[in-house]
C-alpha cells in the first residue's frame, strides 16, 4: 500500500445531492448543480466527493431504495450528466466516490418483482423469503432499522420477506452466488465508467445467521428509545462469511487502478476493525463514527483515540467521520464555537478525515415543521426525535431566495438565518468558520506532520485534549479546548516555546511562550 495514495492523505467530503444545488428549478439538488458548484468545492480544498445515492428510486428512503443500479435517476440527471460530472471533476483534481447500496434493493426493483412473483420464480432466492412460526407471527424477532418487524408478509405466495430497514426495501440474498455475481457487475460497470471508489451502504449487514435466530433482549432498552435497540442485534448481521463477501469486492477493485471501497459500518471498535481483513482483502477505510457516538469532552475523547489506535490492525489505515446524512450535525451537538474545535480535530487527526457538506458553514438543527416532514424514520417512529431531515436540509450558497440553492419550492426547509449564514457572505468574513475551514483544510496539505505523519497523545489537562503529530522533522502540536472557560496548559504537558500556525479563532499567530487557550480554542502550533 503507497503511503502516497489519494486516500490516505486526501479529505472525503459528502454530498447529499438532493440538498447540494439545484439546476432545473425543481427544488430537487441534481448532478448538474453539483457540477455548477465544482469551483466551490476546489476552492475549499477537498479532495474527493461522496455523493449518496443518485440511481432509479421511487425515493421511499431518498434513493436508499434503488430500483436500477446501473443508471441515474432523472430526479439528478442522466448517465450523460453523470460522465459530465465526473470528466469535470477529476480534471479539477476531484475523486469521485459513489455510494453502493447492496444489502437491499427497492421493492420495485426488477429482481424483487419477480421474487415476489410466485415460490418457483427462478429469483425467488433472491431475497429472504421465509414461512411464519404460525398464523400471523414472523419467522424471527429481528425488528427493522425505522422500527416494527423485519418481515412483512406477502399474501399472494404466502411467505414472508426480510427487509432490515422500510418494507420497500426488500434484503438480498448475499449467499447466493447469482445475486453477488450481479451486484459485482454493477460495481464493474461504474468502475469501467471511471468512479474512484465506493461507499458501501450497511456493509456489515449483508450477511445474516444461517438459522435466522432470534436476537437476545437488550437489558438496556429503554421506553422511547428506537425500537431497533429492543434487542442485541448480533444475528442479523457481522457475521463471519462477511469477509469472503468484502474480500470478492475488494478483488474487484484492485483490477483497477487506486479505487477506494469505505465500509458503512456501525460496530464497537473491536469489530469494526476487523473489515479491514489482512490489508489486501477488506476494505481499506471501514467508516469509523466514534466520534459521533462519543460524548463530547476531553477525557472521553482522548480514551477514544488510544482505543482506535491501539485496535487498528498492522496497516489498518485509520479515518475519522464527523457527520453525515442519518446524523445530528456537529454544531447541533456541541454549538458552533466549538465546532471549530471539532473540525480542528478531525482534519489533525492520523488518518482520512470525512466531511459533511454545510459543516463548514456552521449549519445546525434546522427545523421542519411537521407538515414538511419528508424522511420516512420519522414517519414509521414520529416524535422520538430519529427523523433525519434536520441534517438534511439544503446548502446555502448566497443570500438571494432560497439561499441560491434553487429558484423553485426547496424539498426541505432551508436554514432562516441563510440569509447570513452563506458560502458567499462567510468568504467575505476572515474570521468565519468557513474561512477557518479552508485555512485549516489548506495547513492539512501542506504540513507533512498532519497529513500523514505519526499520532502520539500528550495528555489530558482538565478540558484540554493535547497530542502531536510527527514525520521527519516536521513536529506539531494540536491543543483543543473542549470546554466553556478558558484554560492554562500547565507544566506537566510541557507545551512551551512554540509558534501558534493557526487558532480555531483565526485572530492570533506567531511565536509563544506559555500557552492560555481561551473557551472554545484550538491550536495547531509549530514545535521549535
Ligand atoms: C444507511 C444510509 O446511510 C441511510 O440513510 C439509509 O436509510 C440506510 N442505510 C438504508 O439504506
Not at 49 to 72: K, L, N, Q, R, T
Not at 247 to 254: G, Y
Amino acid at each position: 500500500m503507497a503511503e502516497s495514495a489519494w486516500w490516505m492523505h486526501g479529505i472525503v467530503y459528502e454530498i447529499y445531492p438532493r440538498s447540494f444545488q439545484d439546476s432545473n428549478e425543481d427544488g430537487v439538488g441534481d448532478l448538474q448543480g453539483i457540477r455548477q458548484r465544482l469551483d466551490y468545492l476546489t476552492w475549499l480544498g477537498v479532495d474527493a466527493i461522496w455523493i449518496a445515492p443518485i440511481h432509479p428510486s421511487p425515493m421511499a428512503d431518498f434513493g436508499y431504495d434503488v430500483s436500477d443500479y446501473c443508471e441515474v435517476d432523472p430526479l439528478f440527471g442522466s448517465l450523460s450528466d453523470f460522465d459530465d460530472l465526473l470528466r469535470d471533476a477529476h480534471s479539477s483534481g476531484l475523486k469521485v466516490i459513489l455510494d453502493f447500496v447492496p444489502n437491499h434493493t427497492s421493492d420495485q426493483h426488477p429482481w424483487f418483482k419477480e421474487s415476489r412473483s410466485s415460490r418457483l420464480n427462478p429469483k425467488r432466492d433472491w431475497y429472504i423469503w421465509r414461512n411464519g412460526k404460525s398464523d400471523g407471527v414472523p419467522p424471527n424477532n429481528w425488528v427493522s432499522q425505522f422500527g416494527g418487524s423485519a418481515w412483512t408478509f406477502d399474501a399472494s405466495t404466502e411467505q414472508y420477506y426480510l427487509h432490515s430497514f422500510l418494507r420497500e426495501q426488500p434484503d438480498l440474498n448475499w449467499r447466493k452466488p447469482a445475486v453477488r455475481h450481479a451486484m459485482y457487475d454493477v460495481l464493474r460497470f461504474w468502475l469501467d465508467r471511471g468512479v474512484d471508489g465506493f461507499r458501501v451502504d450497511v456493509l456489515w449487514l449483508l450477511i445474516k445467521d444461517a438459522e435466522l435466530r432470534d436476537n437476545p433482549p437488550n437489558p438496556n432498552y429503554r421506553l422511547h428509545d428506537a425500537e431497533i435497540n429492543r434487542y442485541l442485534n448480533i444475528y442479523n448481521g457481522d457475521q463471519p462469511e462477511i469477509h469472503e463477501v468484502v474480500a470478492e469486492m475488494r478483488s474487484i477493485l484492485d483490477q483497477f487502478d487506486q479505487r477506494i471501497l469505505i465500509g458503512e459500518i456501525y460496530l464497537p471498535v473491536e469489530r469494526l476493525v476487523s473489515y479491514y481483513g489482512n490489508g489486501s482483502n477488506g476494505v481499506q477505510l471501514p467508516f469509523n463514527f466514534q466520534l459521533i457516538s462519543t460524548p463530547w469532552n476531553a477525557q472521553k475523547i482522548a480514551q477514544l483515540v488510544q482505543d482506535y489506535e491501539k485496535a487498528l490492525p498492522p496497516g489498518g489505515w485509520p479515518n475519522w467521520v464527523l457527520g453525515n446524512h442519518d446524523q445530528p450535525r456537529i454544531a447541533a451537538r456541541v454549538g458552533e464555537a466549538q465546532a471549530r474545535v471539532a473540525s480542528m480535530l478531525l482534519l489533525t487527526l492520523r488518518g482520512t478525515p470525512t466531511m459533511y457538506y454545510g459543516d463548514e458553514l456552521g449549519i445546525g438543527r434546522v427545523e421542519v415543521q411537521s407538515e414538511l416532514v419528508q424522511d420516512s424514520w420519522e414517519k414509521t417512529e414520529p416524535g422520538l426525535g430519529l427523523g433525519r431531515d434536520p441534517w438534511r436540509t439544503p446548502f446555502q450558497w448566497n443570500n438571494s431566495t432560497n439561499a441560491g440553492f434553487t429558484k423553485g419550492r426547496p424539498w426541505l426547509p432551508l436554514d432562516p438565518d441563510y440569509r447570513l449564514r452563506n458560502a458567499e457572505e462567510l468568504k467575505k468574513d476572515p474570521t468565519s468558520i468557513l474561512c477557518f475551514y479552508k485555512q485549516l483544510i489548506e495547513l492539512r496539505r501542506h504540513c507533512r506532520a498532519v497529513n500523514s505523519g505519526t499520532y502520539r497523545s500528550i495528555g489530558v489537562q482538565g478540558n484540554i485534549f493535547a497530542y502531536e503529530r510527527c514525520n521527519g522533522d516536521d513536529r506539531i502540536t494540536i491543543a483543543l479546548n473542549m470546554g466553556m472557560e478558558s484554560q492554562s496548559v500547565s507544566a506537566p504537558l510541557g507545551i512551551t516555546a512554540a509558534s501558534v500556525l493557526l487558532s480555531t479563532h483565526l485572530d492570533r499567530s506567531g511565536p509563544i511562550s506559555e500557552l492560555t487557550l481561551r473557551a472554545n480554542e484550538g491550536v495547531i502550533l509549530g514545535m521549535s
